[in-house]
């Protein structure tokens, strides 16, 4: 079992930049695919972005494309969500999430995740 804890979030204005990091531990961090999601108030918890477990593949959600990066440092057990050019639309919880790599589901289906972190409040102001 991996356990996960968010750190990084905070409050920044529009257009500046907050990178968010997700430490893992358990066996293994090599074989899970690192999904971010994040829930804004109001609204139902949605994809943001995904990495494969050698962080050769991303995924986005549409929303955050050119703006934000996802990567891995497996060695350090940990998974990174750069996010630049931050909107007041971005405001949310930002949680991490591990999918082990026998779980059936989709990258972007917060249902395939096995393991979720505490999440840490992004606030972006205008």
């Known amino acids: 079992q991996v356990q996960l804890v968010e750190s990084g979030g905070g409050l920044v204005q529009a257009g500046g930049s907050l990178r968010l990091s997700c430490a893992a531990s358990?066996?293994?961090?090599?074989?899970?695919?690192m999904g971010w999601f994040r829930q804004a108030p109001g609204k139902e918890r949605e994809f943001v972005a995904a990495i494969t477990g050698s962080g050769i593949n991303t995924y986005y959600v549409d929303s955050v494309k050119g703006r934000f990066t996802v990567s891995r440092v497996n060695a350090k057990n940990t998974v990174y969500l750069q996010m630049n050019s931050l909107k007041p639309e971005d405001t949310a919880v930002y949680y991490c999430?591990?999918?082990?790599?026998?779980?059936?589901?989709?990258?972007?289906?917060?249902?395939?995740?096995?393991?979720w972190g505490q999440g840490t409040q992004v606030t972006v102001s205008s």
């Open positions: 358990g066996r293994t961090f090599s074989s899970y695919v």
């Open positions: 999430a591990a999918k082990p790599v026998h779980y059936s589901g989709s990258y972007y289906t917060d249902g395939a995740y096995a393991s």
